[in-house]
């Protein structure tokens, strides 16, 4: 089931218009109301955990239903925070019979959508093993839908609610909404079997029932799977009790409904064993494909059963969270080559994005791994470059599966293993390699050095280091101790950051030059955190190892963070085609992890045998006792020149354009989003502006203090959330608010608390993240006056959607440009 939807432009406002003593249902138990109430208390104590947002609902301007929205992540938790596992659930309050009716008797359930479930292995209740032990036949295998959820529920004994997994009715800047595409759907199927809303409504009222569907249209919205047209509509999969216990009717039940109703039917089949289950979807999954059907996965529902040892299992901690009894429901996903194509997807979309030359060269690592990826990207760079416009609807989500469907029909051509669409593709030639140069990429303080000595005392590598190098032109030094070493070792490590695509073209041409050719072997800290975050994590081990470096050391003026922003602005990303293989590295893990993840890759490129627990051991001593064997007197070392700060901000540690795809996606309804995504002027390198050297010197105490922060060697981290997004039509933001110290205890702590609490109102109302402005003749200043007037309450000309409140860290720094 698809969770991607736009967010809904819903108010903050939890109060409700209490309806009518006659809609409360009378098979509303007790606990039913007791469930809502106990979410109210838990969203006003933690409103990052749970949040209501009140909606009127469509076609009755007099009632109100409040959507309840949980953290995603925090399902996992055990035990829960939550009074409730459902996903989806809608409520409105009953206007009470006296002023001293309590909680018990004051809301009801309108939609009620199922409880959170989960694959295999993904909790520990979930597992083949605590499955045997705690569930029982029957079995129920229904296809794992690929479309958008909707629920339909009774407002009114002759009104319908239907809704998104979160909203209901129109969306902000969306020309059709998820409700609204379902609803379409459903008064299809009331003309075609001669049906009325009012009929739909009392069945549902009548039993107290949520239907639960899929949304599979391709025209509206093409996720991974195709549809044909007689499978296009809503597929009823689920009828649920409007309660606080999750209860579902059997699947024969839902089918005849979906039969009486004109929905289409889910297909399912009834198991008697969890073996059989493993037997048959084991079969499955070697076409990937059922009684004619594609099939991403199953959902498989059961009941909870009392464990073999009497009720003792409950203790377990594999054990269900559910009494003996319950529904319950698990999935078995298929990943491949599902989340190959979501990557072939988001490729395509960043690609159409690139301004310039197209190259694959920017796109994440992560989602370029596989080779029939590579393959793809080639191929769908031709395709653009040939006929741009076939790709115009790609971004709303239309031409994605011909897009793929076309690539996989060349792929069966002999074009597909001889030729690219515009440009050549060369056969895959098998290298002979002899040597192997290890190419570090990376910036200071990712701790490359410290895992080269460690890898250099383990396997006995040859090692050189391009800070050893005190030559007024270093790089030519450097690529000879490389070639000389080569003479003597087999493999090599060039230290150095490699960050520039020149140097690793240097190394690329000592390989070549060999006979046979040496493998390029790069150890790859990627930059693919927030700039913020690099930062911070590199600086605070540039400060950590002291003095023990040749040249970049830290010191009272900070001249060393200057050094890092350059680096991780100037840093070139590694394309694939740079180097023979690639060792994923990650620069906050520690040294110890840093070093394991270089040891096993590269024994499995290398294929050496894995060094023992005890030669690892004494590598990672090599490497503590580590001195570098030469260094630049402190006056010599380099610097930036280091200016006074213009202003002082908290940096945040979070890519602000991630964030807003995830809410504002490719959207063209949101103009200026869209165009600052096409014009690159989402801003790289977020930061919340605290104080503005122009304040001064009025605003001369809090500067004070930011420079007090700014100056310590470890400052505070301080935590804040972001909640909402704001533009108008030259300018966005993102509103903050909540800034705390981060819960970890530093020596700093007491500064940090200090700054918090003398923060006053007005400072923390104006705070925010200017995301982008439309051109450079407009200032960055005018995010801060369109937040003050969104925060006062004024709508002329602003618009704005609510998010799901993000925690994010940063520090206080002082920033120059």
């Known amino acids: 089931m698809s969770t991607t939807e736009p967010h809904p432009t819903a108010t903050n406002d939890t109060s409700t218009k209490k309806v009518p003593k006659a809609l409360r249902h009378p098979l509303t138990k007790p606990e039913d109301s007791l469930l809502i109430a106990s979410l109210f208390k838990l969203a006003k104590k933690s409103p990052k955990l749970v949040k209501p947002n009140a909606y009127t609902a469509p076609g009755d301007p007099d009632i109100t239903v409040n959507s309840w929205k949980m953290n995603e992540f925090k399902y996992y938790d055990i035990p829960s925070p939550f009074p409730t596992l459902a996903r989806g659930i809608f409520t409105y309050e009953v206007d009470s019979e006296s002023r001293k009716e309590d909680d018990t008797n004051k809301y009801r359930i309108v939609v009620r959508g199922y409880d959170k479930f989960f694959n295999i292995g993904e909790v520990p209740w979930t597992t083949w093993a605590s499955l045997t032990d705690h569930t029982a036949a029957p079995y129920t295998l229904s296809l794992k839908s690929n479309g958008c959820i909707i629920f339909i529920g009774a407002l009114t004994p002759s009104k319908l609610l239907i809704t998104s997994k979160h909203s209901v009715g129109p969306v902000g800047g969306v020309e059709k909404s998820h409700a609204q595409a379902g609803e379409e759907w459903l008064r299809k199927y009331f003309t075609l079997k001669g049906k009325s809303e009012e009929e739909f409504a009392k069945k549902l009222w009548d039993n107290n029932w949520t239907a639960v569907a899929e949304l599979c249209d391709d025209s509206f919205e093409e996720h991974v799977l195709a549809y044909t047209p007689e499978r296009t509509g809503l597929h009823l999969h689920g009828l649920n009790t409007c309660t606080k216990e999750f209860a579902t009717l059997p699947q024969s039940t839902v089918d005849d409904f979906a039969d009486e109703w004109g929905l289409i039917k889910t297909k399912s089949i009834k198991l008697n064993s969890i073996s059989e289950i493993q037997e048959f979807t084991a079969e499955v999954s070697k076409t990937q494909h059922w009684e004619g059907e594609a099939v991403e996965g199953f959902v498989v529902r059961t009941h909870v059963t009392q464990p073999p040892d009497g009720g003792g299992g409950s203790a377990r901690s594999d054990a269900s969270p559910y009494a003996p009894g319950s529904s319950f429901f698990f999935k078995i996903k298929f990943d491949e080559p599902y989340m190959m194509y979501r990557d072939w997807r988001e490729v395509t979309k960043m690609l159409l994005r690139q301004k310039g030359p197209l190259s694959e060269q920017s796109l994440p690592r992560n989602k370029m791994k596989r080779p029939e990826t590579q393959k793809y990207v080639k191929w769908v760079i031709g395709e653009i470059k040939r006929d741009r416009k076939q790709f115009d609807e790609y971004a709303k989500g239309k031409g994605i599966i011909a897009t793929r469907e076309r690539f996989l029909a060349w792929l069966r051509t002999n074009s597909g293993t001889v030729r690219g669409n515009s440009e050549e593709a060369e056969p895959k030639k098998i290298e002979e390699f002899g040597k192997t140069i290890i190419v570090p990429v990376a910036i200071p303080g990712c701790g490359k050095t410290a895992v080269a000595v460690a890898l250099c005392h383990i396997f006995g590598f040859g090692h050189t280091q391009s800070d050893d190098v005190q030559a007024k032109k270093a790089a030519p030094v450097f690529l000879k101790n490389v070639n000389e070493l080569l003479k003597k070792h087999d493999v090599v490590i060039a230290d150095k950051n490699n960050h520039l695509i020149q140097h690793r073209t240097q190394l690329q041409e000592i390989a070549r030059s060999l006979n046979p050719p040496a493998r390029l072997l790069a150890l790859n800290w990627a930059l693919d955190k927030p700039q913020s975050a690099i930062h911070r994590v590199c600086g605070d081990r540039v400060i950590s190892r002291g003095d023990n470096h040749q040249t970049l050391r830290a010191d009272a003026a900070k001249s060393h963070e200057a050094v890092l922003w350059q680096f991780i602005t100037n840093t070139e990303h590694l394309a694939t085609n740079e180097v023979d293989n690639i060792i994923d590295m990650d620069l906050e893990d520690d040294f110890e992890t840093s070093l394991q993840r270089a040891v096993d890759g590269i024994c499995d490129v290398l294929k050496l045998r894995k060094p023992t627990p005890e030669n690892i051991r004494e590598g990672i001593d090599a490497a503590l006792n580590y001195k570098a064997r030469t260094k630049t007197k ?43 995504k096409r014009t690159g002027r989402v801003t790289q390198r977020p930061h919340i502006t605290l104080v503005h050297k122009k304040s001064l010197p009025g605003e001369i105490e809090l500067w004070e203090r930011c420079a007090e922060l700014h100056k310590l060697e470890q400052p505070p981290v301080f935590e804040f959330e972001l909640s909402d997004v704001v533009w108008d039509d030259r300018v966005m933001a993102l509103r903050v608010g909540n800034i705390k110290l981060d819960g970890a205890s530093t020596d700093s702590s007491q500064k940090g608390e200090e700054f918090v609490s003398k923060l006053r109102d007005d400072i923390r109302k104006r705070l925010h993240i200017t995301i ?10 005018e995010a801060k006056d369109l937040v003050e007037r969104w925060r006062a309450g004024s709508k002329e000309g602003l618009h704005s959607v609510q998010i799901e409140p993000v925690m994010v860290k940063g520090r206080v720094k002082g920033v120059i440009g």
């Open 772 to 781: 982008g402005t439309k051109d450079d003749s407009i200032l960055a200043v």
């Open 634 to 676: 402190k006056d010599e070392a380099p610097k930036a020149k280091v200016k006074e700060p213009r202003y002082f901000a908290l940096l945040p540690e979070i890519k602000v354009d991630e964030l807003l795809n995830t809410v504002l996606g490719d959207n063209d309804s949101y103009t200026l989003w869209m165009h600052l």
